[in-house]
């Protein structure tokens, strides 16, 4: 096994034949050593082809030699026995590396979704392969580069050097830390001259207002006030949670939400769906028509224009009752051919009354009518006309914990195996595709006993759906727009499913060398039947879940020399048994915050913050690219008068500066903001603390567009 270790070696012990004499020299030993007494001579035989095949032509021999099939049904043999584990593994090596290796199966790699860059004179998406293309393959290749010879790894490590020097190291540390405590103490030198920073005065509005309605307060607004309690308060070691909100006198059209205040004599306030296209309003009293009609002129300026056909949008029919019940809710393009007539129309509007009358209203902070209204304004490359359930009809956090996965022996040879079989029973591979963004023809309804995939809809990711056997599928994900790379977040709807099944599922061309689905992470899960009888949340879900690397390889052209970079896929599996029938259910990387979510959150803070203590100001910090506000907003407090040293406190206030979600994918960072922003406006006597120390700028997506578009 050492000799064959030598490239030279392996190539003569190729060219001379000695490659098919080892395979029929290890299935002699593997038939004959029944009592399993010889198992390192049997591994020593495997050790010399493992070292064979790491060149080009010994994997091609190899394969030509029936190894796959020989090695797969030796190994077949071992499972049982945990002592032949050494031998298994290095089948199994073995098995990984002299795969096939091919394409991934759609027409390219890059993004189904193209936007023309602003200085671009074409629109379309560049070429694959092309300079435009691939600038940053061959800006890669040009600062290391890489050869293309038939002596390689395949990458099965990517060694990589440690420079690390604790001398360096120290002294690099020791460099950085400033000890002239005169320095510390000084005012950092403005890098721009102050002309050119006038232009952002527009962004700290806060230090030109007057405050004018500290001193000139009609009594109407100061009675509302003095009877609208901020956010709820809580024990300083305690965020509060906002289950507790409160607003007498208050009621929500369009939502029935229930009272959370410690009032028992307090009623729900409710009122019937007026519009559901229109923004949700608070009505504090029923004579301060100057806010609705404020309200209203904003909500038509924030949406200019509004398609008629969302008036119906959510079409309902006899709910789980009805087969098509979430079609006609959720893909407002099939209701023509369900019932185009106006009575069904007139008819689907008191269902979607009626289903809303069943939502209970107890989600702190979301309304499904806000989020909506919202929703209808964002922009998108696909032009998205559905809602996912989830976001539309929020969610609780479970009410229990769950401790993270363990990982069974033996779980990602398993998975290997059943790839390898595959190729040698193609007869039970079914090859069929059920879903493609590329092909929409695809995207209706799948055949009998097959899943239905959907993803077109907002943060949605889901390129690609192959039905390999009846109850596995291979799914392939967008990559970022103008782009043929970042596979890694996913957010899709799977219906049509049965119960107590377990199916399995294959991420094909994920990136990362390693992920946290190998230590324990689980996926999340969302059942739209589980949500309809009162139990909407995200679950943990997936079973046998494990990360390895597959046999997809991708190939960009280099610049100039005509190298060859290979970037590696990776395969994210995962086997979940859905818990009803007919179910709907969104399956996610992590808890999905969309654009949506955010706008429609802030609307419902700056409604139920104390303004008398609380400054919020929300102001576009510039248009996305595709055309989306990006918003900034200034929390801090109330100056305490419109005297001078108060105003000057106010102004004197040093900034605090908090973004989110400059990566697309990172939805954690989108609710640790949301918390953040709750806390923040909250009574609680530390958040009133800060406010008053600090002013807050905040930037809460600044990157709408990679949300948007998933």
């Given at each position: 096994?050492?000799?064959?270790?030598?490239?030279?070696?392996?190539?003569?012990?190729?060219?001379?034949?000695?490659?098919?004499?080892?395979?029929?020299?290890?299935?002699?030993?593997?038939?004959?050593?029944?009592?399993?007494?010889?198992?390192?001579?049997?591994?020593?035989?495997?050790?010399?082809?493992?070292?064979?095949?790491?060149?080009?032509?010994?994997?091609?021999?190899?394969?030509?030699?029936?190894?796959?099939?020989?090695?797969?049904?030796?190994?077949?043999?071992?499972?049982?026995?945990?002592?032949?584990?050494?031998?298994?593994?290095?089948?199994?090596?073995?098995?990984?590396?002299?795969?096939?290796?091919?394409?991934?199966?759609?027409?390219?790699?890059?993004?189904?979704?193209?936007?023309?860059?602003?200085?671009?004179?074409?629109?379309?998406?560049?070429?694959?392969?092309?300079?435009?293309?691939?600038?940053?393959?061959?800006?890669?290749?040009?600062?290391?580069?890489?050869?293309?010879?038939?002596?390689?790894?395949?990458?099965?490590?990517?060694?990589?050097?440690?420079?690390?020097?604790?001398?360096?190291?120290?002294?690099?540390?020791?460099?950085?830390?400033?000890?002239?405590?005169?320095?510390?103490?000084?005012?950092?030198?403005?890098?721009?001259?102050?002309?050119?920073?006038?232009?952002?005065?527009?962004?700290?509005?806060?230090?030109?207002?007057?405050?004018?309605?500290?001193?000139?307060?009609?009594?109407?607004?100061?009675?509302?006030?003095?009877?609208?309690?901020?956010?709820?308060?809580?024990?300083?070691?305690?965020?509060?949670?906002?289950?507790?909100?409160?607003?007498?006198?208050?009621?929500?059209?369009?939502?029935?939400?229930?009272?959370?205040?410690?009032?028992?004599?307090?009623?729900?306030?409710?009122?019937?769906?007026?519009?559901?296209?229109?923004?949700?309003?608070?009505?504090?009293?029923?004579?301060?028509?100057?806010?609705?009609?404020?309200?209203?002129?904003?909500?038509?300026?924030?949406?200019?224009?509004?398609?008629?056909?969302?008036?119906?949008?959510?079409?309902?029919?006899?709910?789980?009752?009805?087969?098509?019940?979430?079609?006609?809710?959720?893909?407002?393009?099939?209701?023509?051919?369900?019932?185009?007539?106006?009575?069904?129309?007139?008819?689907?509007?008191?269902?979607?009354?009626?289903?809303?009358?069943?939502?209970?209203?107890?989600?702190?902070?979301?309304?499904?009518?806000?989020?909506?209204?919202?929703?209808?304004?964002?922009?998108?490359?696909?032009?998205?006309?559905?809602?996912?359930?989830?976001?539309?009809?929020?969610?609780?956090?479970?009410?229990?914990?769950?401790?993270?996965?363990?990982?069974?022996?033996?779980?990602?040879?398993?998975?290997?195996?059943?790839?390898?079989?595959?190729?040698?029973?193609?007869?039970?591979?079914?090859?069929?595709?059920?879903?493609?963004?590329?092909?929409?023809?695809?995207?209706?309804?799948?055949?009998?006993?097959?899943?239905?995939?959907?993803?077109k809809f907002e943060s949605g990711n889901l390129r690609k759906a192959i039905q390999v056997r009846e109850f596995e599928y291979d799914l392939i994900m967008n990559a970022d727009v103008n782009s043929s790379q970042?596979?890694?977040?996913?957010?899709?709807?799977?219906?049509?499913?049965?119960?107590?099944?377990?199916?399995?599922?294959?991420?094909?061309?994920?990136?990362?060398?390693?992920?946290?689905?190998?230590?324990?992470?689980?996926?999340?899960?969302?059942?739209?039947?589980?949500?309809?009888?009162?139990?909407?949340?995200?679950?943990?879900?997936?079973?046998?879940?494990?990360?390895?690397?597959?046999?997809?390889?991708?190939?960009?052209?280099a610049a100039g020399g005509g190298g060859v970079r290979r970037r590696f896929y990776y395969t994210l599996t995962f086997s979940i048994k859905f818990p009803h029938k007919d179910d709907v259910c969104y399956l996610?990387?992590?808890?999905?915050?969309?654009?949506?979510?955010?706008?429609?959150?802030?609307?419902?803070?700056?409604?139920?913050?104390?303004?008398?203590?609380?400054?919020?100001?929300?102001?576009?910090?510039?248009?996305?690219?595709?055309?989306?506000?990006?918003?900034?907003?200034?929390?801090?407090?109330?100056?305490?008068?419109?005297?001078?040293?108060?105003?000057?406190?106010?102004?004197?206030?040093?900034?605090?500066?908090?973004?989110?979600?400059?990566?697309?994918?990172?939805?954690?960072?989108?609710?640790?903001?949301?918390?953040?922003?709750?806390?923040?406006?909250?009574?609680?006597?530390?958040?009133?603390?800060?406010?008053?120390?600090?002013?807050?700028?905040?930037?809460?997506?600044?990157?709408?567009?990679?949300?948007?578009?998933?």
């Amino acid at each position: 096994a050492f000799l064959s270790s030598s490239e030279s070696n392996s190539r003569r012990a190729v060219n001379r034949g000695y490659l098919g004499e080892l395979l029929r020299l290890y299935q002699d030993w593997h038939r004959n050593d029944v009592s399993n007494n010889y198992i390192y001579i049997r591994r020593g035989l495997l050790l010399c082809l493992k070292y064979i095949t790491n060149i080009q032509l010994g994997r091609e021999t190899f394969l030509g030699s029936r190894g796959m099939e020989i090695l797969f049904t030796s190994v077949q043999d071992c499972l049982s026995c945990k002592n032949l584990d050494p031998i298994i593994t290095t089948a199994t090596h073995i098995l990984r590396k002299c795969y096939p290796k091919e394409h991934l199966p759609v027409v390219t790699v890059r993004s189904s979704y193209s936007f023309p860059l602003p200085g671009n004179a074409s629109a379309g998406p560049p070429c694959e392969g092309s300079e435009e293309g691939c600038w940053v393959e061959h800006l890669w290749l040009c600062l290391f580069p890489t050869s293309a010879g038939d002596s390689e790894s395949e990458g099965e490590e990517e060694d990589e050097k440690d420079w690390d020097n604790e001398d360096v190291e120290s002294k690099e540390e020791d460099c950085d830390l400033e000890t002239d405590v005169n320095k510390l103490r000084s005012r950092p030198v403005l890098d721009w001259p102050e002309q050119e920073l006038e232009k952002y005065e527009a962004l700290c509005a806060e230090l030109f207002q007057n405050f004018q309605e500290l001193e000139f307060e009609s009594e109407e607004k100061k009675s509302l006030e003095d009877r609208t309690e901020s956010l709820p308060s809580a024990p300083s070691h305690f965020i509060p949670s906002a289950a507790s909100v409160k607003h007498p006198n208050c009621r929500w059209r369009n939502q029935s939400v229930t009272e959370m205040g410690p009032d028992p004599g307090e009623q729900d306030f409710k009122v019937p769906l007026q519009s559901w296209r229109k923004k949700e309003e608070c009505i504090w009293d029923k004579n301060d028509e100057n806010r609705d009609i404020a309200e209203k002129a904003q909500d038509k300026d924030f949406c200019e224009e509004e398609d008629p056909a969302r008036s119906h949008v959510f079409a309902l029919c006899s709910l789980l009752k009805d087969a098509a019940w979430y079609k006609k809710v959720f893909y407002p393009h099939c209701e023509a051919s369900i019932d185009p007539s106006p009575e069904g129309r007139l008819e689907s509007s008191d269902l979607v009354r009626n289903l809303l009358e069943k939502h209970q209203g107890d989600i702190p902070f979301h309304s499904p009518c806000f989020y909506a209204a919202r929703a209808q304004c964002v922009k998108s490359i696909p032009g998205y006309r559905e809602l996912a359930f989830p976001d539309f009809w929020g969610h609780q956090p479970p009410p229990y914990s769950k401790p993270v996965l363990e990982r069974k022996h033996g779980l990602q040879r398993d998975k290997v195996l059943d790839d390898v079989r595959r190729l040698i029973q193609p007869g039970d591979v079914i090859g069929r595709t059920v879903f493609d963004l590329d092909d929409p023809s695809l995207s209706s309804p799948a055949a009998p006993g097959c899943l239905t995939f959907f993803s077109k809809f907002e943060s949605g990711n889901l390129r690609k759906a192959i039905q390999v056997r009846e109850f596995e599928y291979d799914l392939i994900m967008n990559a970022d727009v103008n782009s043929s790379q970042h596979h890694q977040w996913f957010y899709f709807e799977v219906r049509d499913m049965k119960p107590a099944v377990p199916y399995r599922f294959n991420i094909i061309n994920c990136e990362k060398l390693n992920s946290q689905f190998n230590y324990g992470m689980q996926l999340v899960m969302y059942s739209v039947r589980e949500a309809l009888q009162g139990r909407p949340r995200w679950t943990r879900a997936g079973q046998e879940i494990c990360y390895y690397k597959n046999h997809y390889r991708c190939r960009s052209a280099a610049a100039g020399g005509g190298g060859v970079r290979r970037r590696f896929y990776y395969t994210l599996t995962f086997s979940i048994k859905f818990p009803h029938k007919d179910d709907v259910c969104y399956l996610a990387y992590h808890y999905p915050y969309t654009y949506s979510t955010m706008m429609s959150h802030l609307d419902i803070l700056e409604q139920n913050r104390n303004p008398r203590k609380v400054y919020w100001r929300q102001q576009t910090l510039c248009q996305t690219l595709g055309g989306n506000p990006c918003p900034l907003l200034t929390v801090t407090a109330m100056p305490e008068s419109k005297n001078r040293d108060d105003l000057e406190q106010f102004c004197n206030r040093p900034y605090v500066f908090l973004t989110a979600r400059v990566h697309p994918g990172e939805s954690n960072a989108s609710w640790v903001m949301k918390g953040t922003l709750e806390f923040l406006v909250s009574s609680d006597p530390i958040a009133e603390l800060l406010r008053k120390c600090f002013i807050f700028k905040i930037v809460p997506m600044l990157n709408p567009d990679g949300v948007i578009n998933g």
